[in-house]
């Protein structure tokens, strides 16, 4: 599975913006989708979470109520749709694809966008 993030950019709190993953490859065989996100000097988090099948999401406390995660199974894309953005909302976020079962099992990352947010 390859994945490409876009729609990152510089937005002025309060602000909004949408990120968009698009997966090529065996798609059919992701479990799950996410996206997290590393800010300078800080390990990767997870911000959000979907399940393929049963669409089943997961949020980080800190972007509940603000930022929404979805897919559009048409054309293997998933979106962050994130709102009443923070400066603390800034850094870099990766999308990522679980896919196969047992030893095939495998995780994708893309290659970044960057988000950020002035005061």
């Known amino acids: 599975v390859q994945l490409v993030e876009s729609g990152g950019g510089l937005v002025q709190a309060g602000g909004s913006l949408r990120l968009s993953c698009a997966a090529s490859?065996?798609?059919?065989?992701?479990?799950?989708m996410g996206w997290y996100r590393q800010a300078p000097g800080k390990q990767r988090v997870l911000v959000a979470a979907?399940?393929?099948?049963?669409?089943?999401?997961n949020y980080a406390n800190s972007v509940k109520g603000r930022f929404t995660i979805s897919t559009d199974n048409s054309n293997n894309t998933m979106y962050l749709q994130m709102n009443s953005l923070k400066p603390e909302d800034t850094a870099v976020y990766y999308c990522?694809?679980?896919?196969?079962?047992?030893?095939?099992?495998?995780?994708?990352w893309g290659q970044g966008t960057q988000v950020t947010v002035s005061s």
């Open positions: 990522n694809a679980d896919s196969g079962r047992g030893s095939r099992r495998k995780s994708s």
């Open positions: 490859g065996i798609t059919f065989s992701i479990n799950a």
């Open positions: 979907i399940t393929t099948g049963d669409g089943i999401t």
